[in-house]
């Protein structure tokens, strides 16, 4: 196992790679790929690692289904950020997406313990 200031300098550092690649992406005649990388999973890597080492491979499982569940939030957001881009600026277009991810996020939170439990 990694010493914890090593494994978290790895995230930071993964973190930082993926922020460097979108801003040149954003700015180049391939700015479309830019949406691309944060989709790329880095995290859930680092995620599905920890729990499956700690939890084994049923929790593992779960928190797959569990992943695909939540591309619902992400696609409620990139709706609302299509919708709304020609419509508000930037910055509210940006609030007002992130709203409607939070309240889909919520929504899937509360539906998955429910059906869950």
């Known amino acids: 196992m990694m010493a914890p200031d090593l494994a978290l300098g790895g995230k930071a550092l993964l973190g930082a790679l993926a922020v460097l690649l979108i801003s040149l992406?954003?700015?180049?005649?391939?700015?479309v790929i830019a949406g691309l990388v944060p989709l790329f999973p880095t995290f859930a890597?680092?995620?599905h690692y920890m729990v499956g080492s700690a939890l084994g491979a049923d929790a593992l499982r779960h928190t797959a289904l569990f992943g695909l569940f939540s591309l619902l939030p992400y696609a409620v957001y990139l709706l609302a950020v299509y919708g709304l881009a020609t419509r508000?600026?930037?910055?509210?277009t940006l609030l007002a997406a992130t709203a409607c991810w939070m309240l889909a996020a919520g929504v899937l939170l509360w539906s998955w313990h429910y059906w869950m439990h």
């Open 45 to 47: 890597l680092i995620a």
């Open 88 to 92: 508000l600026s930037l910055p509210f």
């Open 25 to 31: 992406l954003s700015q180049s005649r391939y700015f």
